[in-house]
Nanobody, 123 residues
Framework: ARLMESGGGSVQSGGSLRLSCAAS????????VAWFRQAPGKKREGVAV???????DYLESVKGRFTISHDVVKRVLYLQMDNVEPDDTGTYTC??????????????????WGEGTQVTITS
């Protein structure tokens, strides 16, 4: 299965964006799915994860501003980004098929990745 992101773009600080990630077929493990981001010159970091039971985990700096959700039937993962800040700029990538137990934004490794979508926040 391929993961394909969409919804990236440029928005002013304080604005909103909604990212989507669609799985191309049913052969993927959606028990824990995630959004990561990487800013220029920085390491990739986990932004949010959602488990099959609906539980979520977020990067501390996005708590209260970002919301992750997963339409299991449609196999689409979303990231609603509100009140965005310049530090949210980066390439956002979705991931599925966890390689270990649990569903953590900081520790769960993933086996399947999308190609990424660029998000640019202007001040």
């Amino acid at each position: 299965a391929r993961l394909m992101e969409s919804g990236g773009g440029s928005v002013q600080s304080g604005g909103s964006l909604r990212l989507s990630c669609a799985a191309s077929d049913i052969i993927y493990d959606g028990s824990c799915v995630a959004w990561f981001r990487q800013a220029p010159g920085k390491k990739r970091e986990g932004v949010a994860v959602v488990a099959k039971d609906g539980s979520t985990d977020y990067l501390e700096s996005v708590k209260g501003r970002f919301t992750i959700s997963h339409d299991v039937v449609k196999r689409v993962l979303y990231l609603q980004m509100d009140n965005v800040e310049p530090d949210d700029t980066g390439t956002y990538t979705c991931a599925s098929d966890p390689l270990g137990p649990g569903c953590s934004v900081t520790t769960t490794p993933f086996g399947r990745w999308g190609e990424g979508t660029q998000v640019t926040i202007t001040s």
